[in-house]
């Protein structure tokens, strides 16, 4: 058991030091010198500008901050002229949200924020970045605002939202003056939740530009001066050659997995893996699924508000699925269950935000899959008991045997290759044929059977 044991902890521990260890292996096009990089060498020599584009679409979060400060180092290290960030969100964790505009207030190469494409928006954390960049551009028919601070992970009373609050508009009003706009502006999207469109934004120097497209934005930032952490930059972006920051696996593998609905399916089939495990010792394949969709459920909970009380109830209602098999409620342990993993699934995120919330459809289809998993062991079990017994004494039941030493009251019977200690209400010859009616420990009770 303990070999099993180490040997599923070895292949968890060996599985995530691969998947961390990706996101220091650099892309192939680091390593070998395509046709790409070719071009890049030839608009160097040229006097061509090269930019780097970055989309960040979805929710912000930790990995979000990894993406953006790898795009602003590998801008700098490529003497790009500008990192563009092709922005649509609906918002995001306040923490990352402040790391990254830490880090283009800090870049050395000038960070454009592009909302698009048509039909985007830059709400809440998206506003806020927007914001920060050195350039700010929308395309037509997207939006930006509602940036209200909220709860993430606790209740918060009046005194402390009006503190974060505050916070949050002492520091959005700084940002705003060193980047020359609208003061007035991000503090009503902060206090108030307005938002405003692309062609409003402009006019209320909120944003510098409209761009229908990336070649329209490149044509129209070119020959602008933006000030970076080392000095005064010109923009000399106009045909620049195009190049994108490409994510690695593992980037790509954890932006999918810190997803509320997808934490909420690791973690519940996580659990049902190692409750199946810990009742079928020897298994194997539960414990070593449940157990690495546990840890990677773990690490979806470190980026996102988590409410541990709906993860108690998610873990009760997988033991109340576990009980119905063995315990005979009738139904009410099942309905138990159906209950405290919904309610489990609904609290789950402590965020009244609607994209960091549990899918209500996710849910349901979770409820479906168990429900049917235990229902079909339930049915099974019920049927297992209700078989007749095929092993011991008991198995022998109505079996048809044959008398070897004359039963007065009691002798030795041939049933099913074996001799057994029998005993009848009357006596009963050798070599006659007997039925067995009943079984007490080592022996067992017969009749006369005629054909």
Same mark, same amino acid.
Not at 4 to 21: D, H, T
Not at 123 to 131: D, H, M, N, Q, V
Not at 239 to 259: D, M, R, Y
Not at 395 to 402: A, H, T
């Given at each position: ?15 995530? @030091? ?33 930019? #780097? ?13 990894? /993406? ?16 563009? +960030? ?40 998206? @506003? ?5 960049? %050195? +350039?700010?551009?929308?395309? *037509? ?35 705003? %003056?060193?980047?020359? $706009? ?41 020959? $602008? ?36 609905? +997808? ?8 659990? /049902? ?53 063995? !315990?005979?409620?009738?139904?009410? /342990? ?17 965020? *009244? @935000? ?9 849910? @349901? ?17 019920? #049927?297992?008991? %209700? ?9 022998? !039941?109505? /079996? ?14 041939? !049933?099913?290759?074996?001799?057994? $200690? ?30």
């Amino acid at each position: 058991m303990i070999k099993k044991i180490l040997l599923i902890c070895g292949m968890i521990g060996i599985f995530m @030091a691969g998947l961390a260890a990706q996101t220091d292996i650099p892309d192939l096009t680091d390593i070998i010198k395509s046709d790409t990089a070719v071009e890049k060498d030839t608009a160097r020599a040229e006097g061509q500008g090269m930019v #780097k584009l970055l989309t960040i679409d979805g929710a912000i979060g930790p990995i979000t901050v990894q /993406l953006i400060e790898k795009g602003i180092r590998k801008s700098e290290q490529e003497n790009a002229q500008a990192l563009i +960030i092709l922005l649509n969100t609906p918002g995001g964790l306040t923490e990352s949200t402040w790391k990254i505009i830490q880090a283009i207030m800090n870049a050395n190469v000038p960070v454009v924020v592009y909302v698009y494409p048509q039909g985007a928006r830059a709400a809440s954390a998206g @506003a806020y970045i927007t914001y920060s960049a %050195h +350039i700010a551009a929308m395309a *037509p028919a997207t939006s930006m605002g509602s940036a209200s601070v909220v709860s993430m992970g606790s209740e918060m009373d009046s005194t402390m939202y009006k503190k974060v609050t505050n916070d949050a508009v002492a520091n959005m009003v700084a940002v705003a %003056h060193k980047r020359g $706009r609208n003061e007035a502006w991000i503090e009503r999207a902060i206090r108030e939740a307005v938002s405003i469109s692309s062609h409003e934004a402009v006019d209320s120097n909120v944003v510098d530009l409209v761009a229908e497209d990336i070649d329209d934005l490149l044509n129209k930032i070119d020959g $602008r001066e933006v000030e970076v952490s080392m000095g005064f930059h010109v923009l000399n972006t106009a045909g620049a050659l195009k190049t994108e920051v490409k994510k690695t696996f593992s980037e790509k593998f954890l932006e999918i997995i810190t997803n509320p609905n +997808i934490a909420f399916l690791l973690f519940s089939l996580g659990g /049902l893996g190692l409750v199946l495990e810990l009742y079928n010792p020897g298994a194997i394949l539960p414990g070593v699924v449940g157990g690495i969709c546990i840890i990677l459920a773990f690490f979806s909970f470190q980026t996102l508000p988590i409410n541990y009380a709906g993860l108690l109830l998610i873990l009760f209602s997988i033991v109340l699925f576990l009980l119905e098999i063995k !315990v005979p409620s009738y139904g009410i /342990l099942t309905i138990g269950g159906i209950v405290s993993l919904v309610l489990g699934g609904v609290m789950l995120i402590d965020s *009244p @935000a609607p994209y960091l919330r549990v899918s209500w459809y996710v849910i @349901a289809a979770v409820v479906v899959v168990f429900v049917g998993f235990f229902g079909f062991a339930v049915r099974y079990v019920v #049927k297992a008991h %209700h078989k007749q017994v095929t092993t011991g004494a008991e198995g022998l !039941v109505g /079996l048809i045997g044959k008398v070897k030493q004359k039963i007065d009251p009691t002798g030795l019977v041939l !049933v099913a290759g074996e001799l057994w $200690r029998a005993r009848a209400d009357e006596p009963i010859e050798k070599d006659e044929r007997v039925k067995v009616v009943s079984s007490d420990g080592m022996e067992i009770k017969v009749e006369k059977h005629s054909e």
